[in-house]
């Protein structure tokens, strides 16, 4: 089994940085495309940031500028750097990774979600 753990959330002030972790364990063989979604109450799940095994990247129009986002493939881990955080900001962050596993196709797993809440 793999298992995605997302880590980091918190409250953090308007303005403020928070970065967020996102480890995958188990019968991991490879890893493939890693993303950061998040959804803020009565909203749907939207895509903030997207990066491929090789670190090219894609953002969110509303966090171009501000999150930042990074692997470490030794360590099958991805993070998102937020910074200059907004209200907006506010949600659950879930970590999404396109994973190899021991079927030896790949499959997509969810962590179960970080609680972010940027307070005004």
């Known amino acids: 089994q793999v298992q995605l753990v997302e880590s980091g959330g918190g409250l953090v002030e308007t303005g403020g940085s928070l970065r967020l972790s996102c480890a995958a364990s188990?019968?991991?063989?490879?890893?493939?495309?890693m993303a950061w979604y998040r959804q803020a109450p009565g909203k749907e799940r939207e895509e903030v940031a997207f990066?491929?095994?090789?670190?090219?990247?894609r953002y969110a129009a509303s966090v171009q500028g501000r999150f930042t986002v990074t692997r470490d493939n030794a360590k099958n881990t991805v993070f998102l750097q937020m910074t200059t955080l907004l209200p907006e900001d506010t949600a659950a962050y879930f970590c999404?990774?396109?994973?190899?596993?021991?079927?030896?196709?790949?499959?997509?797993?969810w962590g179960k979600g970080t609680l972010v809440i940027v307070s005004s």
């Open positions: 188990g019968s991991v063989y490879d890893i493939d495309d």
């Open positions: 999404y990774a396109n994973i190899r596993d021991h079927t030896l196709s790949f499959q997509t797993y």
């Open positions: 990066i491929t095994h090789g670190g090219t990247t």
